[in-house]
């Protein structure tokens, strides 16, 4: 179709028509421009998305990670802590037999040693210091007796005798001045003479024996028959009371204080013995064993003198 010519003549509708085509020309520049800038700034923001999400996924599985970490460090202490009980148990269980054993035993040793032994030693002390007792009674009544006897034998004797003793108490008499010349030398001179006396004796010994032995008599002392109706006599001795008197001392004086409270002080160490095994870990011994690591009782040790006369007299 022909353009048709212009309706006013004169007139330039390309002129007129230029600024609008321009108009649209820019406007669709501008659309067009701003779609790319749109389009660009679209793109740009899609990087910078992509990327951000990409740094926010990598950060996030990190942290993530780091938080299992450090969630599963607990969880491995509490797995070793569960299963250290429980080789707790089981190692308690094991030597639960052996624990009971040993603090029944730190309790038995009390009660069976400790307090019954000291009750025993004491009744044992008791029991014999009434057997000293016994003794001491049985002397005395035999010393007694026995002087009795004596003097009743030399009283039936003393028509016989009366001469004899006559005769030994005047020689006594005559040696008596000589004895004290020896014994005030001796006192207040400091010159010991007594030597002369002791060989003396000594020399008239050796002759009685001689004689005794080729004549038959002797020259110091009484013939045999005289000696016995008038000078010997058998009796117990004072020493034996004496000895019997010292052991009744010792049972109800230093028997008892010595023995007291050992046994139990010795119970005490072997029962704290078992309690600390009792609690001992992880291996217990037995009590018997326990028992062996320490020293047996021992009484204490009794006077030579004193035992050899419980050994004499018992």
């Known amino acids: 179709m022909k353009n048709k010519e212009p309706m006013i003549e004169g007139f330039d509708w390309g002129k ?12 669709a520049k501008g659309l067009k421009d701003t779609g790319g800038e749109i389009k660009k700034g679209y793109e740009d923001t899609n990087k910078e ?4 999400a990409k740094d926010v996924n990598k950060k996030a599985t990190k942290a993530i ?5 450090s969630a599963a460090k607990p969880m491995k202490g ?6 250290d009980f429980f080789n707790y148990v089981d190692t308690f269980n094991k030597t639960l037999g052996p624990r009971f054993k040993n603090v029944f035993s730190g309790i038995e040793v009390i009660f069976v040693d400790g307090i019954k032994g000291e009750i025993q030693t004491l009744t044992d002390s008791i029991g014999s210091g009434f057997k000293t007792m016994g003794w001491l009674f049985a002397g005395s009544g035999e010393l007694v007796r026995t002087y009795i006897m004596c003097g009743i034998k030399f009283i039936r004797n003393i028509y016989f005798c009366i001469f004899f003793y006559i005769f030994q108490i005047l020689f006594y008499i005559i040696y008596l001045p000589v004895w004290l010349v020896m014994w005030g030398l001796k006192t207040f001179a400091g010159i010991d003479v007594f030597w002369i006396e002791t060989r003396t004796w000594d020399g008239l010994r050796i002759v009685d024996g001689y004689t005794w032995h080729w004549l038959g008599f002797h020259i110091i002392y009484w013939p045999k028959n005289v000696r016995e109706r008038c000078f010997t006599c058998v009796r117990l001795k004072k020493s ?3 000895e019997i008197g010292a052991a009744v001392d010792y049972n109800f004086n230093e028997r ?6 050992t046994k139990m002080k010795w119970a005490e160490r ?3 013995a078992h309690m600390k095994e009792a609690v001992k870990w992880p291996d217990v011994d037995n009590p018997k064993k326990v028992r062996n690591k320490i020293s047996k009782y ?3 040790p009794i006077d030579p003198e004193i035992k050899a006369l419980f050994d004499k007299y018992d």
């Open 16 to 27: 007129a028509t230029k600024p609008l085509k321009d108009i649209g020309k820019n406007i």
């Open 49 to 52: 998305v992509n990327k951000a």
């Open 65 to 69: 990670d780091n938080a299992l970490k």
């Open 78 to 83: 509490i797995e070793k802590t569960i299963s």
């Open 240 to 242: 034996v009371v004496n």
């Open 256 to 261: 008892i204080k010595k023995a007291s409270g």
């Open 270 to 272: 072997v029962s704290a």
């Open 298 to 300: 021992k009484e204490p």
